[in-house]
């Protein structure tokens, strides 16, 4: 028996949208399962291959600040999908977030971010860029009261962070991984 939804509740209708579905499962059982619609994004980790170094944010997350009292979050830069494609979503997104304007982008893959709650498929890409790239100031959009800190942080500083499990994003950690895993020489032995 295939799976299938029976009927959706939503119980809020904003930027994003949280409802409560009637699923009949597998075994013909009914179970209610919440859902959380806000569409699909794009994450980026833009790195300078030259200097080994990564451009990240530090930003107010609020979940982790309810769930652990965390009150910044390293995160790659990441928005959602609006208008086009994932890609020049992802660079409108570093431009807005970190000032740097990407020319190629490395597609690494698209993934549920939290498939037992959302519908966010995220878009992964690693992008290079150099010291010419820097076209604006960045910070984040205006009105979206982001408050967005700019990092630029060496690549084996990421990497250990990586290994130590200091990296609670996970959008961010894959891309370290990946990146490591495309261009082992732009890390330490």
Same mark, same amino acid.
């Given at each position: 028996m295939?799976?299938?939804?029976?009927?959706?509740?939503?119980?809020?209708?904003?930027w &994003?949208?949280?409802?409560?579905?009637? @699923?009949?499962?597998?075994?013909?059982?009914?179970? #209610?399962?919440?859902?959380?619609?806000?569409?699909?994004?794009?994450?980026?980790?833009?790195?300078d291959?030259?200097?080994? @170094?990564?451009?990240?944010?530090?930003e107010?997350?609020?979940?982790?600040?309810?769930?652990?009292?965390?009150?910044?979050?390293?995160?790659?830069?990441?928005?959602?999908?609006?208008?086009?494609?994932?890609?020049e &979503?992802?660079?409108?997104?570093v431009?807005?977030? @970190?000032?740097?304007?990407?020319?190629?982008?490395?597609?690494?893959g698209a993934?549920?971010?939290?498939?037992?709650?959302?519908?966010?498929?995220?878009?992964?890409?690693?992008?290079?860029?150099?010291?010419?790239?820097r076209?604006e100031?960045?910070?984040?959009?205006?009105?979206?009261?982001? &408050?967005?800190?700019?990092? #630029?942080? $060496?690549?084996? #500083?990421?990497?250990?962070?990586?290994?130590?499990?200091?990296l609670?994003?996970?959008?961010?950690?894959?891309? @370290?991984?990946?990146?490591?895993?495309r261009? $082992?020489?732009?890390? $330490?032995?």
């Amino acid at each position: 028996m295939k799976a299938e939804i029976l009927s959706i509740r939503f119980l809020h209708e904003g930027w &994003n949208r949280f409802g409560l579905a009637r @699923v009949r499962l597998h075994d013909g059982s009914v179970a #209610e399962r919440a859902i959380e619609d806000h569409g699909h994004s794009v994450g980026i980790l833009p790195y300078d291959p030259e200097r080994r @170094v990564a451009t990240l944010v530090r930003e107010l997350r609020v979940p982790p600040l309810f769930a652990s009292g965390e009150q910044v979050q390293l995160e790659a830069p990441a928005g959602l999908i609006d208008d086009g494609g994932p890609e020049e &979503n992802a660079r409108r997104e570093v431009l807005e977030e @970190v000032g740097l304007r990407l020319h190629g982008l490395d597609f690494v893959g698209a993934a549920y971010s939290c498939a037992s709650l959302t519908t966010e498929k995220i878009h992964l890409y690693l992008a290079a860029y150099g010291r010419g790239d820097r076209a604006e100031e960045g910070g984040g959009a205006e009105g979206e009261h982001e &408050n967005i800190r700019i990092i #630029e942080m $060496p690549l084996a #500083e990421l990497a250990a962070m990586a290994d130590r499990a200091e990296l609670t994003d996970l959008k961010t950690l894959t891309l @370290v991984l990946a990146l490591r895993l495309r261009h $082992p020489e732009l890390f $330490p032995a």
